[in-house]
Nanobody, 122 residues
Framework: QVQLVESGGGLVQAGGSLRLSCAVTGFGLEKYAIGWFRQAPGKEREGISL????????YYDDSVKGRFTISRDNAKNTVYLQMNSLKPEDTAVYSC???????????????WGQGTLVTVSS
């Protein structure tokens, strides 16, 4: 059974940092790209980062580029999102997802995690 389980969300002050984890079971990281999506209250879900399954190629949306870093630990079958210099507008539910395609579009996601809430106070 395929499962993606996020952890690491919480409340942080603006300028602070959090590290989200996405633990994957049911398949190896070498089979799928893993992406991070977020959905803020009243807004559409957006894809913000992606890491490939081959050479570890990464993608970042402009809104997080330079502040967030995606990485993976193949031995632990876990993908991380290190979030630095957090802003109130980063407040959202963050979900990880597995995609067979190299795509950051929600329509291409094969498996979703349940999400973890990140709240950034001003």
């Amino acid at each position: 059974q395929v499962q993606l389980v996020e952890s690491g969300g919480g409340l942080v002050q603006a300028g602070g940092s959090l590290r989200l984890s996405c633990a994957v079971t049911g398949f190896g990281l070498e089979k799928y790209a893993i992406g991070w999506f977020r959905q803020a209250p009243g807004k559409e879900r957006e894809g913000i980062s992606l890491i490939g399954y081959g050479d570890g190629t990464t993608y970042y949306d402009d809104s997080v580029k330079g502040r967030f870093t995606i990485s993976r630990d193949n031995a632990k079958n876990t993908v991380y999102l290190q979030m630095n210099s957090l802003k109130p507008e980063d407040t959202a539910v963050y979900s990880c997802a597995a995609t067979w395609l190299w795509s950051i579009h929600a329509k291409d996601v094969d498996y979703w995690g349940q999400g973890t809430l990140v709240t950034v106070s001003s």
